[in-house]
């Protein structure tokens, strides 16, 4: 009866020590832990457990984390289980190819880094039907905005509030694939250049991942010397729109340009 109500977390890792050491630190946190050393051995868990939450490490023997994802997704790569993978960001685009998860986080952590995630895919898991639903019947459009000055990217994203969009902001590149992959925004709006990854390369790598390449992206560059459209928008490889400068409002008028199209 102890455990009643409590969120299950099935941890999996070949890392014996790190098993120890998350189970204790998050038993204390207050949740129940199932622990498995191998993706066959966290499937054999699956049969008697239905986690609140999974979280996974990618380098393992065996089938590893990859196999273990596809074999726990249907068949449009969607797991059936919330899921934290615990990777490096520079590792995204190889392992998530053809999968979807809910979160990343890179190892080793900060334990209050790791709650913190836990409970942000455990709320939103719990709220993503009710969500979907009212964006469905609003009609509104998600706007993901990639911009390291807070002070624009509070600008654009007042300005396209106003025009009736939902708006995410992220500070740095990788920041834009992690929200891109997790969110699922119906457009990303970012600037070409950009702390940790660069507007252009994320906007290549969202092409190259299945769970990301219909999602358009329009770029602008407030630097001195903006480079020509052509560099950035070559039929929609790499940007559907290129803006020079950063009027929120041009910005803007492309956002619906291309939503429009």
Known sequence: MENHGKRKILLVDDDTSLLVT????????????????SGEQALKK????TPDLIILDMSMPGMGGIGFLRNIS?????????????????NMAEFFADVEVDGFIAKPCAPSDLLMEIGRIIFLRGHKEVENRNDQATGSKRILIGEDDLSHRQALSNVFSNAGYIVEGVAKGPEILE?????????VVMKVVLEGMNGDKAARMMKE???????????YDDSKSPSPESKYVQAGIEA???IKGNNPLLLLSAVKDVLNA
Request: glycine share 4%; charged share 25%.
């Open 22 to 37: 998350l189970s204790d630190f998050l038993k204390y946190e207050g949740y129940e832990i199932i622990t498995a050393e």
């Open 74 to 90: 249907s068949t449009d790569g969607k797991p059936t289980y919330p899921v934290l993978v615990l990777t490096a960001r520079s």
């Open 209 to 219: 991942m299945p769970n990301t390449r219909d999602i358009p992206v329009v770029l």
């Open 240 to 242: 559907k729109k290129y």
């Open 46 to 49: 699956l049969q008697q457990v």
């Open 179 to 187: 929200k891109a992959i997790v969110w699922k925004p119906d457009i």
